[in-house]
Each structure stands twice: as C-alpha cells, then as structure tokens.
C-alpha cells in the first residue's frame, strides 16, 4: 500500500513535469520546429557517410552495409534518446548549480536525482528516437532476411541497459559542476566521444577499441545491441550490458549523494 | 518543546583567494589559494512553536547561511541542529514536508507558465490531492489577492504579484516552519505591506512559526516580537526587539534649529552634541531627562524649531558593527 502510494506520487510529479514542459515548449512553436529540422539534417548526414563508405567497397571493420545500418539505427535512437531527456535535463544541473536554484530541488519532499533527470523532456528528439528503431529492424530484417523474436527481446533489454549507462555517466558528468560549478565542457567531450558510436566498434584501431569498450562504454552503446539483434553475440553480453548498467547507476547515486554532502549553494 | 533548536552550530567555507588582473588569474588557474572562511561561529538559539522571529544582521553576517543550514540544504561543520524533530541536513521527508524556504532573489516557479502550473507541480511533488489543492490555493489566493494573476505567465507579472505567488507556491503544503529571507526585497511600499499584512495573518490562523531575514526594518518592527541579531557569524543578541533598541540607544535626539549659533560649551550642559552646524543642532538625550532638558531649552534658548525622534533600529546596528564593538550583549531572559 505504501509502495503503491509512492508510486502513485512519483507518476503523478511525472505527469506534471512533463505537462508543464511540453506547454512551456509550445509558447516557443518556431524552436521546437528547427529542432526537428536539426535532428532530420544530422540523420541524413550519418546516411551519407556510411553510403559513401560502402559505395567505394569499403567494409568497416568486417561488417555488411546492412549490419552497418543497424549499428546506426541504434546510434540514431540513443541520440534521439538524448535529445528527449539526457540533453535537455541534465546540462540544467550545471544551471541549476550556478543559480542556486538547486536549492528549490533539493527543498522537496521527492528524490533529488529523480527531480534532475526526468524534469523536462523535449519531444522534438521523439522522431529521432523511433526513426533508429525503425532503422535497426529494417537493416537487420535486410541483412538476415527475417528476425529472431529473442533476439528482439534481448537487443530491447540491451539497449534499455545502454541508455541507463549513458544516462548514468552523463548524470556523474554533470554532477561535478557541484565542485567545479561550470562543466558543460566535459559534457561536450562526452557526446563527441559518443559519435564514435554511429560506426561499428571494430572499425576503429586497436587502441581506440579498447578505450571504446573499458573506459568510455561506447561498444555496449551501440555495437552491443547490434550483434545481439543480427544473432551474432552470446548471451553473456547480454548479462555483461545489464552488468554494466546497473553498476553505472549505482556508482551515480552514490556520487550525487557524496556531492550533496559538498554543496554550497550559491549564494542569494 | 523547541521547534527550531541550533546549539553551537558552525559552518566554514573554503573560498578560493584571487588576486585581480591577468597575472592574478593566472596564478588563480595554477596554484589556487584557498581561505577558510567561518561564515556561523557557534550560534545558538531555540525558538517556540508559532513564535515570529527576525533574524538581523548586515550583509554577510552569516543570516542566509544560518537559513540554508536550518533548512538542510547544506551541512554544517559543527554542533547540533534540530528542526520540527528532525536532523536537517539528512534531509527526510517528514522534515521537508513541515518546512519551506522562501528565497527573495530566487524564484521556483516556472518562467513561461501561469503560476496555477507551478503549484499544480508542487501539489504532485508533495502528495497533496487535487481536490485539497484547489482549496487551499482558493485559500491562500484570497489572503495574497491574487485572482487572475494565477492564470497569467509568470514573465508577465509584476515583481510583487510573483513574490505573493511565490509564497503561495512555498506554502501550499502548509509548512509548519518558514523560513524567510529577504521576502520583501525589491517590491514596493504598498506591496511589502501586503506580503507583511499576509504574514502576520497566516501566523495567525496557522500557529506556523516563522523566522525571517530582512532589510526592511519595518517589516522586522512590524511582524517580529524577538529579534536575533548576528553579526561575523555569531550571535550577538537573542531578545525581544524593544529592548535591544533600549540597550543600543539608551537616548532620545533632539535636533534644533536655532535663531543663532551657539557654543559647543553651552549647548553640552542639555545632552550629548551628536552634530553642530551652524545654528542646526542634533543633542542626545536620555529619556529620563528629555522633559526637564527639552523645558529648558525652549525657555533658555532662541529656539525656532525642535523634533524629537527615537533614532531608527537600522541605524543604531549599523553603528554598532561600524564602531565594531562587538563584544556579545548578555543573553536575554526569555
């Protein structure tokens, strides 16, 4: 009864915050077109690319032009994911810090990291995000000529798992600025890190793999789920996604809790 | 039993020390010096359920730190601190639901939207029913006189009308501890009158307790009983407000405009000559002998005009700290 009540007021919150976002957006009708436009430009641009690419004869790293296709359709939803609610919430953090209008956060009765992440949301990412899904469906039904209902159901937990890590590491990104007040570098450095994932991992040399897959996560962002859905991965790398998900999560409430404890609040 | 209860508390900063220029900057990017800065030194105070307190001091006495540390958005260094039974710093739920903050230079609602979008928010936020949310905003509307403002974006309302829906905003789960600072900041005469008026009414009929930073001395003369005055991070004076301004200024001032000049020698057998220009005169009195004195005057001397004046509270503490003696005042009885 407890639990469901607590429920019942955190879907209610969620309700209104993102009621209220959406209306705030509609006051500006012209931004929220452009937005679209942006997102329908950098798309086509990674199409071009990858079709030049395999219009020469160049494989990348081993993979057809449909597997390809589907390591960008799954790009494409992580960013489509990021333009809803990565971007929009978490580079508020920094804001929120220098402000201190962090204070009004941290004053309710409602948990602090749930308020940051999940404020606002930005619908023009939306079609970006159901554009990659379609994408890495088509280019996988292309490439194997059917799909596998299990592998389907793996590449959606897989790729749940992938959007926890990403959120995870930008949250412990942005949580920084508690410290060092303006962040919004790291943040960049972190999304064009991210790019790399548009292309299969085993493209790149060597030594950027082992960073893609050890330090920065990018092969479980994108290449992860790929293989999964093409049937090319065991079911270890599955367990290995969620692994590092859950990990990622933790580690970020753990370290927004620490940087709680050194918060200041800007003064009024 | 205390609602607020603060024994020894103490916050240090660290500060980062920069010199100004390029070279400064440098050095500041480089090797970054770093000072301690004790914003509370030691304070300690309760305050009773339903009690309206002012808390008083200048710019950087420690008031908003000492607020932000009752509130639990920021831990203390040292002693003890008890809120409406809880521990702020950890920051429970049952501790944020009986408290709010109210920041005059910082707002929460939401720029682009009527505030009713903000507070329907909060409703969510803080678990209150629709139904009892549409009732106290009713309620709480009624005592600010906010009607259509409520449906207008924020952007478009004046400084005051966002002020009183931004109490409305911070009360609507009915907190049983405010904290105020600088509430009335920026709004005019009329305005802080209405904020003050609210205040004392919804102390009233709620039993809330208030404790209440300002630079508007009247708006402390006119809600706050007991005053606690702080300065450098420490308490200086926890008692009612009457006898503080008794204890700083134990004198009248009496200022004159004579037919002619007189001497300084003459003039100090009346009182204290706190200025003499000319044929203008300021003297202090003590009350006691202000009749006696102000008879004598008039009949001894050629005496055109006279006001007698109690000298305001802001100006007695402002020359208190700038004569910075400050040597603690004995503690009040209470």
Redo the contacts between chains.
Sequence with gaps: MLGSCWLGRYLRTLRRFWGTALASQLEYQLNALIELVAMLASLGGSLLVLWLFYRQGVELGGWSWHGALVVLGAYTCLNGLTSTLLQPNLSRIVTHVQEGTLDFVLLKPIDSQFWLSLRTVSPAGLPELLLGLALMLWAAVADQGRLNPQAVLATALVLGAAALTLYSLWFVLATTAIWFVKTWNATEVLRAALSAGRYPISAFPAGLRLLFTLVLPVAFLTTVPAEVLLGRSSGAWVLASAGVALTMLTISRLFWRLALRYYTSASS | MAIVMARGLRKT?RVADKQPGLAGTLRHLVNRRWQELEAVREVSFCIEPGEVVGFLGGNGAGK?TTL?LL?????PSGGELEVAGHRPSR?Q?GF??A???V??????L?W??PPL??L????????IDDRVARRRIAELAEMLELGEELTR?VRKLSLGQRMKAELLAALLHRPRVLFL??PTLGLDVNAQARVRQFLADYNRSTGATVLLTSHYMADITALCPRVLLIHQGRLFYDGALAALRERLAPWREVRLELGQPISAAQLGRYGEIEQLDGAAVRLLISPERLTGALNQLLTELPVLDLEVREPPIEELIGRLFHRGSVEPLPQQQR
């Design positions: 900063f908003t932000k509130s639990g958005l920021i831990h920051r739920r944020l639901e408290i709010t903050l920041m005059g230079q910082k707002q929460q939401i682009d939207l979008d903000s329907r928010v909060n409703a969510a936020v803080y678990g974006p600072d600088e």
